[in-house]
């Protein structure tokens, strides 16, 4: 059974910074891709940023590359985005996703945490 809780949401003024985290209660956490979705009202969710199993490989959406980093620490079973330079539009629930090996597809998911940028 995997379980992910995200945390680290919040409010915060716009050209500022934060952390989130998903801890991640699974098998050997290193063996899958994770990444980060969002979804902000009234739109569909997408990804903005993605781990290889190592960690050593990541993409990003190209409304956060440059700003968003995405890290996976495989020793912590954790995986973070720091997300710096904050926009209004970066408003959103978002939520971290383990991808399934079986299907390929991102098949486990954490409950969410909203993040508010204020103007």
């Known amino acids: 059974q995997v379980q992910l809780v995200e945390s680290g949401g919040g409010l915060v003024q716009a050209g500022g910074s934060l952390r989130l985290s998903c801890s991640a209660s699974?098998?050997?956490?290193?063996?899958?891709?994770v990444g980060w979705f969002r979804q902000a009202p009234g739109k569909e969710r997408e990804i903005v940023a993605a781990s290889s199993k190592s960690g050593n490989i990541t993409n990003y959406s190209d409304s956060v590359n440059g700003r968003f980093t995405i890290s996976k620490d495989n020793a912590k079973n954790t995986v973070y985005l720091q997300m710096n330079s904050l926009k209004p539009e970066d408003t959103a629930v978002y939520y971290c996703?383990?991808?399934?090996?079986?299907?390929?597809?991102?098949?486990?998911w954490g409950q969410g945490t909203q993040v508010t940028v204020s103007s």
């Open positions: 996703a383990v991808r399934s090996v079986a299907t390929g597809t991102y098949g486990y």
């Open positions: 699974m098998g050997t956490f290193s063996n899958y891709v």
